[in-house]
């Protein structure tokens, strides 16, 4: 069974950039599906970016198309999250998410679809 940790939130000004980590034990995560998700101050949790198991062509959700991008390090069993020209509507907990369920091309950005979760990653993005 895979366990994820996320990592790498912190504050940071509009325009700048962070990376997050998503680190896996107990398992290899390029066997899952891996997702990205965020939950704004006061909103719902919404999914921003997914790669599917054995895949290496995330997919994005519009509002973070061709400022984040998503890449798997299969050697140090890690996804990471780089986020550019980040805005004040960036802000939120960051979490990452595992499925063994959905193929590449497939994984879905509704949360509610994905098993395993970590525990989430603070960003605050100051205006």
């Known amino acids: 069974q895979l366990h994820v940790v996320e990592s790498g939130g912190e504050l940071v000004q509009a325009g700048g950039s962070l990376r997050l980590s998503c680190s896996g034990s107990?398992?290899?995560?390029?066997?899952?599906?891996i997702g990205w998700f965020r939950r704004a101050p006061g909103g719902a949790r919404e999914g921003i970016a997914c790669?599917?198991?054995?895949?290496?062509?995330?997919f994005y959700r519009d509002s973070v198309e061709g400022r984040f991008s998503m890449s798997r390090d299969n050697a140090k069993n890690k996804v990471y999250l780089q986020m550019n020209a980040l805005k004040s509507d960036d802000t939120g907990t960051y979490y990452c998410?595992?499925?063994?369920?959905?193929?590449?091309?497939?994984?879905?950005?509704?949360?509610?679809?994905?098993?395993?979760w970590g525990q989430g990653t603070q960003v605050t993005v100051s205006s």
């Open positions: 107990g398992d290899t995560m390029g066997n899952y599906a």
């Open positions: 790669v599917g198991r054995d895949d290496d062509h995330p």
């Open positions: 998410a595992a499925d063994r369920l959905w193929e590449a091309d497939k994984c879905p950005l509704g949360w509610q679809l994905w098993d395993t």
